[in-house]
């Protein structure tokens, strides 16, 4: 299928706030504090979902050290945006966390301030944002995280072209690419692995649209209990999630497909206007500290600074698995995102 001119420039970044507003979420349940607690002793950060890697470890430890209530928060990247764009000139977060395609238009929308975490100095330059709005905190791989005991007698898929096979009609899902850092990272991972890149998007949807015909279906929130349930017997997520369902008795496996996958980053920053800035600045410099990047890695989440700790990375896949993840040029992706989204909502869709 000819596509010219998919990428223009003339609609790069409108911040989210088109395609995303509808997606907010109007959920504060998450963002109260625990009993007794003032409006003094908490932090909200927003995407923050306590079954997300080990975001519910991270954030209890925090309040253990520092008494300040750390509410898990579910919204996803895209939902994130579209409420701090909302909010903005009454702040409610103080923190947020979002994939790295997300960074530029955060800083757009003007809804993050500049704070150097203390112990984040030395993260590399591509993955911090020049002004330091934002900073890569650690970094996950797009994966398959199968439920071997829901595939009615299927093998374990072990490449993107397996997942079209009508063995697995309806067995398949991935989160919204057009919401959630992650879809559009796993929707950028396939596109690549395919033969595609950020200015032809052509194998990427072809694939998707063909993934759909099989019964492929998208969630907006993190999927990973419905993989355990085995509602979703195979989801196109982050590795990092996978390994959490092993750990915690699911029988699945994590496969990095055989035609290539993608490296994601995830940022953090102090949302601009933060109602408890002291209190945002406090759980940023616990991300990265010692404890912080720790608990991150029990979660399998891999540092920007430093390696996988020995006795993380002898429960995880082969370092020859991981270096079929490429990296890309991150500021791009986001730049090229709401082009996408248009394309994507016009050719699958869901």
């Not at 923190?95 to 112990?119: R, S």
């Not at 439920?147 to 309806?170: E, I, M």
Request: include cysteine.
């Amino acid at each position: 299928m000819n596509r010219p001119g998919r990428v223009r420039a003339t609609l790069v970044v409108l911040a989210g706030s088109i395609a995303l507003a509808s997606c907010a979420s109007a959920d504060t349940s998450a963002v109260t504090g625990g009993a007794g607690a003032s409006s003094d002793d908490i932090v909200i950060t927003y995407n923050s979902p306590a079954e997300w890697g080990n975001y519910g470890e991270v954030l209890a430890a925090f309040t253990q050290s520092t008494g300040i209530q750390a509410p898990n928060d579910p919204k996803n990247s895209g939902q994130a945006l579209a409420a701090l764009q909302a909010e903005k000139s009454a702040p409610v977060a103080d923190v947020a966390y979002a994939g790295i395609a997300f960074g530029q238009q955060l800083v757009e929308a003007g809804v993050l301030q500049a704070y150097e975490p203390a112990g984040s100095a030395e993260v590399p330059a591509d993955l911090r944002d020049s002004d330091g709005n934002w900073t890569a905190v650690h970094t996950g791989t797009v994966a398959f995280i199968v439920n071997t005991d829901h595939l009615d007698g299927a093998p374990v898929p072990t490449s993107w072209a397996d997942l079209l096979d009508p063995a697995y009609s309806g067995m398949v899902g991935y989160l919204d690419p057009t919401q959630a850092a992650v879809g559009y990272s796993a929707a950028t991972a396939a596109n690549i692995a395919l033969g595609g890149d950020l200015h032809d998007w052509a194998p990427g949807l072809d694939y998707l649209a063909a993934l759909k015909e099989n019964g492929a279906s998208t969630s907006a929130q993190t999927a990973t209990a419905k993989v355990a349930q085995g509602e979703i017997p195979i989801l196109i997520d982050t590795d990092f999630n996978g390994y959490k369902l092993r750990d915690e008795g699911a029988d699945v496996e994590v496969v990095i497909p055989e035609e290539g996958s993608l490296q994601i980053p995830y940022i953090v920053g102090l949302v601009a206007g933060s109602p408890h800035a002291d209190n945002g600045q406090a759980l940023l410099d616990f991300y990265f500290s010692d404890e912080g990047q720790q608990l991150f890695a029990e979660g399998y989440m891999r540092p920007v600074v430093g390696d996988v700790p020995q006795e993380i990375a002898e429960r995880t896949l082969p370092a020859e698995d991981y270096e079929r993840a490429a990296t890309i040029d991150y500021v791009e992706q986001g730049e090229v995102q709401q082009d996408f989204i248009q394309l994507y909502e016009e050719e699958v869709g869901f």
